[in-house]
T-cell receptor, first 114, second 115 residues
Framework: NAGVTQTPKFQVLKTGQSMTLQCAQDMNHEYMSWYRQDPGMGLRLIHYSVGAGITDQGEVPNGYNVSRSTTEDFPLRLLSAAPSQTSVYFC?????????????FGEGSRLTVL | AQSVTQPDIHITVSEGASLELRCNYSYGATPYLFWYVQSPGQGLQLLLKYFSGDTLVQGIKGFEAEFKRSQSSFNLRKPSVHWSDAAEYFCAVGASGTGFQKLVFGTGTRLLVSP
């Protein structure tokens, strides 16, 4: 029972490099979302999706792109990494809108941008 | 816009003692309220949620929370803390005005359990 799987768990980038954080869920959830967690700031919503082909911006979308070609996958792309994007990233999925029910989280991806 | 305040950054409790973690929210309508727990190196797990009805809600692992509209609070409690409860706890509020497409988290309270 995998739930929400994030890869990689750890990544170090240089400023200006690009990368994709992968997120996959096997629960057939329509709703998926990406958060970043920074010390003293809790979790902040980056982007979310309400179904395949439909995405929208969250609280802190700048510097990140997403797409949702399948129900299972919701990758997060950093086009040109900056030190301010050093953070722990969490993907979550749910069967209801993200503010109205339980979110199922992955174990996180720790990203360091030098 | 909704917001969540968790005034305590760290709390230390002796094993076996009772626990109360504070959460205050700001939202004009009746909010959907949640408590999540994050163990070290892990993702978040839902402890309990409040949508409507009985203001005292029970969750997993022996936790409960009470919704007090007059105080805009949703404090988390446990009668007897176990060492395995050491973790970070997040309060969150969902907003109906956004079609529930928004969930705002507090900054978290880290619980330390002393022997």
């Amino acid at each position: 029972n995998a739930g929400v799987t994030q890869t990689p768990k750890f990544q170090v980038l240089k400023t200006g490099q690009s990368m994709t954080l992968q997120c996959a869920q096997d629960m057939n959830h329509e709703y998926m979302s990406w958060y970043r967690q920074d010390p003293g700031m809790g979790l902040r919503l980056i982007h979310y999706s309400v179904g395949a082909g439909i995405t929208d911006q969250g609280e802190v979308p700048n510097g990140y792109n997403v797409s949702r070609s399948t129900t299972e996958d919701f990758p997060l792309r950093l086009l040109s990494a900056a030190p301010s994007q050093t953070s722990v990233y969490f993907c979550a999925s749910s069967y209801v809108p993200i503010g109205s029910g339980e979110l199922f989280f992955g174990e996180g991806s720790r990203l360091t941008v030098l | 816009a909704q917001s969540v305040t968790q005034p305590d950054i760290h709390i230390t409790v002796s094993e076996g003692a009772s626990l109360e973690l504070r959460c205050n929210y700001s939202y004009g309508a009746t909010p959907y309220l949640f408590w999540y727990v994050q163990s070290p190196g892990q993702g978040l797990q839902l402890l309990l949620k409040y949508f409507s009805g009985d203001t005292l809600v029970q969750g997993i692992k022996g936790f409960e929370a009470e919704f007090k509209r007059s105080q805009s609070s949703f404090n988390l409690r446990k009668p007897s803390v176990h060492w395995s409860d050491a973790a970070e706890y997040f309060c969150a509020v969902g907003a109906s005005g956004t079609g529930f497409q928004k969930l705002v988290f507090g900054t978290g309270t880290r619980l330390l359990v002393s022997p």
